[in-house]
């Protein structure tokens, strides 16, 4: 057997050892999908909505393997305050002493790693989030399902808010707040609805 036959057949050979893995992509619809807030203070808590600004997940055949998403951040709501409350308290949340919309107006989330649960559509996710520029990894669970032909995929997030340097009325940075301390952890629920 010649070289050149030789080098041929181990070509041939390790190209037939891998499968084509095709990556379906399926591009989030920011009408549809919806992301809810909840943020708690020793005296109580407040809740709100944030719009998704782009997203897509990745499926290989029915599984979920990958994904993002990024979150316009300027268009923070609070829902349970009416009036000046309200607009105060939004104003706060965009201002630097939060998350400052001016200079960070987006936060981005990306997949790094997938684990399939036991049950059929739910996940471990593992991934990559950025808020005010700096990047932390979080891990949560989603479910994902199909729905009339689309990708429905659920979650809920807890986000430490001292790891990306949003400091205000954290026990984390400052002592003596008393009555006055916001917790550190908020929740981020998010319904992001996909398709093709």
Avoid: C
């Avoid at 393997?65 to 979150?71: L, V, Y």
């Avoid at 954290?170 to 929740?187: A, M, R, V």
């Amino acid at each position: 057997m010649s070289i050149k036959t030789l080098l041929l057949a181990v070509v041939v050979l390790s190209a037939s050892a891998f499968t084509a893995v095709t990556v379906e992509n399926y591009k989030a619809s920011v009408e549809k999908s919806t992301i809810t807030w909840k943020g708690y203070k020793v005296t109580g808590q407040h809740a709100g909505t944030v719009n998704l600004k782009s997203g897509d997940l990745e499926f290989n055949g029915d599984q979920l393997a990958g994904g993002s998403f990024a979150i316009d951040m300027t268009s923070i709501t609070v829902t349970d305050l009416k009036g000046e409350y309200k607009g105060k308290l939004e104003g706060h949340l965009k201002s630097p002493d939060f998350f400052g919309v001016d200079k960070h107006p987006t936060a981005t989330f990306v997949i790094t790693r997938v684990i399939p649960k036991g049950t059929p559509g739910d996940y471990k996710v593992i991934g990559n989030m950025t808020i005010k520029n700096i990047t932390k990894e979080i891990k949560f669970f989603a479910n994902v399902k199909n729905v009339n032909g689309q990708k429905v995929a659920k979650a809920d997030l807890v986000i430490d808010r001292s790891d990306y340097d949003v400091r205000y009325g954290s026990g984390s940075f400052f002592d003596n707040l008393g009555d006055k301390t916001i917790y550190d952890e908020f929740d981020i629920s998010i319904e992001m609805v996909a398709g093709k």
